[in-house]
């Protein structure tokens, strides 16, 4: 599968779970669409990252790598509350993104392989 189908699946999980968990909330707050914008960010970066804009590229990473560290706060507390829901919701977002990561950094060691083997 192509990175940037990846990065867009990625995002469609994150604007989907996060309004789910936002959505589903007694007691909504703002900070739970994080990953609804991080999402719309990332389908932003999705015709750049497919044209190969490796700015783009690489700022689509360190969003993707964001949100996975950014997850582990809120996924704790989640446990702490006995909220599986929300265990479920978390997990399943930083599986998402942990999942972009490994097609982002494989995409990026077969572009190096390729310049390498092009001899630039």
Known sequence: MKVYVVSMLN????ITLGLMGYCGS???SPTALIPVFAGVLLLGFVRGVKSGNRVIAHLAVLVTFGLLIAFIKPLSGAIGRDDC???WRISIEMLSCAISMVYFIRSFIAIRKAREAAGE
């Not at 995002?11 to 994150?14: K, M």
């Open 11 to 14: 995002a469609i999980v994150l």
């Open 26 to 28: 007694q007691t909504p």
């Open 85 to 87: 829901s929300a265990v």
